[in-house]
Nanobody
């Protein structure tokens, strides 16, 4: 069983930056592709970004491309989401995900989520 714990959420002004972290345990980190989803109030959960097992490929939603960057650290079993130029519409609960098959496939494991609030 894979456990995922997010951290780094908070309140930031529009135009600011935040870095989310996700610590993974329970399985060899290099066997998992990883990703982030988010859910805003009253909206469906949506894909944000994903990264392959090796970190060589990254995928982004059009809404965050050029502003967010996903990365992973094999030595620390941790994945990161660097969020820049934040907008009020980025306000959501952000969920870390782990994917057994590939970064493009549906995730099998989910974290509890961390709140990101961007004020205008």
């Amino acid at each position: 069983q894979v456990q995922l714990v997010e951290s780094g959420g908070g309140l930031v002004q529009a135009g600011g930056s935040l870095r989310l972290s996700c610590a993974a345990s329970g399985r060899t980190f290099s066997t998992l592709a990883m990703g982030w989803f988010r859910q805003a109030p009253g909206k469906e959960r949506e894909f944000v970004a994903a990264i392959s097992r090796t970190g060589a490929e990254q995928y982004y939603a059009d809404s965050v491309k050029g502003r967010f960057a996903i990365s992973r650290g094999s030595a620390t079993n941790t994945m990161f989401l660097h969020m820049n130029s934040l907008k009020p519409e980025d306000t959501a609960v952000y969920y870390c995900t782990a994917h057994s098959i590939s970064a493009r496939a549906s995730p099998q494991y989910w974290g509890q989520g961390t709140q990101v609030t961007v004020s205008s």
